[in-house]
């Protein structure tokens, strides 16, 4: 039958298309060729001298680009790796066991390490400030805080993730004295001890961008977390003396 209606009319558009339709979507090229055989052979008896074959050809070529620029390829979207509660949940477990066999002292902040991401878990006792520091006082203190310019005198002990005691100076016999706004101590630290008053005791966890500088001849490893518990002892003002050619800073 569709012999018959090719037969009867020149090749065109549509008996093209009712012979990629017999059959299977995906034709295969031997019935094509057989087909445009076909129309080839009636064109021939009815005075056509055009290659219908290679015309056939040129149509099935034209018909599947056309075809094919109807679905367009959609762009593959970038896998993003989704975070496991189950590997943060054994992650936290893990630097809980490391701290405890650190002698870790009690609330200390647990650390989820990931990479370079850090996830820090601490109770609600704890005071998250805008430039990344965290803290918790356990006492008070009465008095005025440090201004810059002024010394102060206070004990610490570091400690690292781990829980791993890295300094102290009750260990060393003696407390730390710096000049609060002369660049002495780190910006986290600094920042950690403008608030206290004299008497009090502070933990302050340090972040990596306000933290210490790294390096070999340090004790910091970089991209970690610091924490320090701080004894503030004493503020005391401060004023330049000049002898002659000599000059300091004397504080009372």
């Known amino acids: 039958m569709l012999m018959s209606v090719l037969s009867s009319s020149p090749p065109s558009d549509r008996s093209l298309a009712a012979c990629l339709t017999s059959g299977s979507p995906f034709a295969s090229k031997k019935h094509i060729i057989r087909c445009c055989h076909n129309i080839n052979d009636k064109s021939l008896e009815n005075g056509h001298e055009l290659n219908f074959e290679d015309k056939c ?11 094919s620029g109807l679905f367009q390829t959609l762009p593959s979207l970038g896998k993003t790796k989704s975070k496991n509660p189950y590997d943060e949940r054994r992650l936290l477990e893990q630097n809980k066991r490391i701290q405890k066999e650190n002698n870790a002292p009690q609330d200390f902040p647990n650390f989820v390490r990931e990479g370079f991401e850090v996830k820090v878990v601490t109770s609600e006792n704890y005071i998250k400030r805008e430039s990344g520091l965290i803290y918790r006082d356990f006492e008070v203190g009465k008095g005025d805080c440090p201004k810059a310019g002024q010394q102060v005198t206070f004990h610490y002990v570091g400690y690292n993730e781990s829980g791993r005691r890295i300094d102290s100076t009750y260990l060393q016999g003696s407390p730390a004295k710096i000049r609060m706004g002369t660049n002495a101590l780190v910006p986290g630290f600094e920042e950690g001890i403008r608030e206290m008053r004299p008497g009090g005791k502070r933990r302050i966890i340090i972040p990596p961008e ?27 003002d401060c004023q330049r003396r000049t002898i002659a050619f000599y000059s300091d800073v004397v504080c009372n």
């Open 57 to 67: 050809r040129r149509r099935i070529i034209l018909f599947f680009s056309a075809s």
């Open 210 to 236: 306000l933290g210490p500088p790294v390096g070999p001849s340090t004790f910091f490893s970089s991209k970690q977390f610091e924490v320090f518990d701080v004894e503030l002892l004493s503020v005391q």
